[in-house]
C-alpha cells in the first residue's frame, strides 16, 4: 500500500478568513441572545390590561381590609373605652370598701371579708368570699356590686385582647395588599416604559383624546342638567328621577375626575367609590367592596335594567359602575384613565343589583 499524504496545513490568508467568519458568528449570536426587540404597542397595551384587572382585583380586597379594619379600630375604641369606665368602677368600689375596712378598725378590727377584699387580687377573694360565705350582712350588696363589676371587667378586657388581635392581623392583611397593588402596577410601567418613542407618543395620544371625551361629556351633561332643572341627558339614555335621578346627577358630575385606587371623592375614585358616593349622595350606605355591593340589593336582570341600578363585571364581581340607560354605564375604570362613560357590553358582565 502507498503512504497516506498528511494533509497541508492551510495557508495563513486562509487562517484569517477562517478565524474572521468565526469571530463574525461568534458577535453575531451573542447579540441574537442579548438584543431584545421593542415590544409592540398591541402586546404591551394586553399585557398592561391583564396587569390592570389583577391590581383591580387586589384593590377591592385592599377596600375590604380597608373596611374590616376601620371597623374593628371602632369596636376595638368603645371596648377599650368601656374597660377603662370599668376599672373606675372597680376603683371606687375599692374606696368605699376601704372606708368601711378604716371603720372596723377603729371599733372591732377589720372583717376578713374587707380585708380580702382590699386584697391585691380581688377577683380570687371574690371567690374565696363567696366559697368561705364570710360576708356579713351590712356588707353583702357593696361586695356583690364588686364581684360582679369585677367579672365584667375581665370579660370586657378578654374581649378587648381579642378585637386588638383580629385588628393587628387585618393590618397585616391591608399592608401585603397594597404591595401587590403596587407591583402590579409597578410592572405596568415598566412595561410602558419599554414603547418605543412613537408607541409611547400614540398612546398619548390615545389617552389625551379619552381624557378629552371624558371632559366634554362632563361639560355637555352639566349643561344639559341645568337646562333641564338637574336632570341629565348623556345621549339617549333613559331620564332618571327620585332617588335614581340624584345617583345619576352625582355621578355625572364625576365625568372626567382621575381614577385613583382606595379612593371614595371627593377629586378621584377607584370603582367601588364611586358607586358608594353616588349612593351616599342619595342618602343610601353601600358596602365598600364591589362583592359586598353585589350582596346590597335585589338581583336585577338585564333587560329590566333602569338608571341608577349597580353594574357588576368578571367572573369575580372586581369591578361595578352606574347604569344611566341606553346600555351605558358611568364607571371608575383603572388607574391612568378617569371616570368614564362607557357601553356595558365592552367588558365581560356579570349582573345588576338595584340597593333597597
Known amino acids: 500500500m502507498g503512504k497516506r499524504r498528511k494533509p497541508s496545513p492551510p495557508s495563513r490568508a486562509r487562517l484569517a478568513v477562517l478565524t474572521t467568519a468565526v469571530a463574525g458568528g461568534a458577535v453575531l449570536a451573542a447579540g441574537t441572545a442579548h438584543a431584545e426587540p421593542t415590544p409592540t404597542l398591541a402586546s404591551v397595551k394586553e399585557q398592561v390590561d391583564k396587569l390592570n384587572e389583577e391590581a383591580e382585583q387586589s384593590i377591592e380586597r ?4 380597608q373596611a374590616r379594619q376601620q371597623s374593628l379600630q371602632g369596636d376595638a375604641n368603645r371596648l377599650q373605652d368601656k374597660v377603662a369606665r ?7 368600689l375599692r374606696t368605699r370598701l376601704g372606708a368601711v375596712a378604716g371603720e372596723q378598725y377603729r371599733t372591732n378590727g377589720i372583717d376578713p371579708s374587707v380585708q380580702l377584699m382590699l386584697d391585691s387580687d380581688p377577683a380570687g377573694y371574690l371567690e374565696r368570699a363567696a366559697a368561705q360565705n364570710q360576708v356579713v350582712e351590712g356588707q353583702t350588696a357593696l361586695l356583690k356590686q364588686a364581684r360582679d363589676e369585677q367579672r365584667r371587667l375581665d370579660q370586657d378586657r378578654a374581649e378587648a385582647a ?17 404591595k401587590q397593588v403596587q407591583a402590579r402596577l409597578a410592572q405596568a410601567q415598566a412595561l410602558l416604559n419599554k414603547l418605543s418613542a412613537a408607541d409611547r407618543a400614540k398612546l398619548n395620544a390615545q389617552e389625551s383624546a379619552e381624557k378629552a371625551k371624558a371632559a366634554a361629556q362632563q361639560a355637555a351633561a352639566a349643561d344639559r342638567a341645568s337646562r333641564a332643572a338637574g336632570r341629565p341627558d348623556l345621549g339617549a339614555a333613559a331620564p332618571a328621577s327620585g332617588r335614581a335621578g340624584d345617583i345619576v346627577k352625582f355621578a355625572t358630575a364625576q365625568l372626567g375626575k382621575p381614577y385613583e385606587w382606595g379612593a371614595t371623592g371627593p377629586g378621584t375614585f377607584d370603582c367601588s367609590g364611586l358607586t358608594g358616593a353616588a349612593y351616599r349622595a342619595a342618602g343610601v350606605k353601600l358596602p365598600r367592596m364591589s362583592q359586598d355591593q353585589w350582596n346590597a340589593g335585589a338581583r336585577i336582570a338585564r333587560g329590566d335594567l333602569q338608571p341608577g341600578d349597580l353594574v357588576f363585571f368578571y367572573s369575580d364581581l372586581h369591578h361595578v359602575g352606574l347604569y344611566i340607560g341606553d346600555g351605558k354605564m358611568i364607571h371608575a375604570p383603572r388607574t391612568g384613565k378617569n371616570v368614564e362613560v362607557l357601553a356595558i357590553s365592552a367588558i365581560p358582565y356579570m349582573g345588576a343589583v338595584r340597593p333597597a
Open 62 to 65: 385592599y377596600n375590604g381590609f
Open 86 to 92: 370599668g376599672q373606675e368602677t372597680m376603683n371606687e
Open 162 to 178: 381579642a378585637m386588638l388581635a383580629q385588628l393587628d392581623s387585618v393590618g397585616a392583611s391591608l399592608g401585603e395588599e397594597k
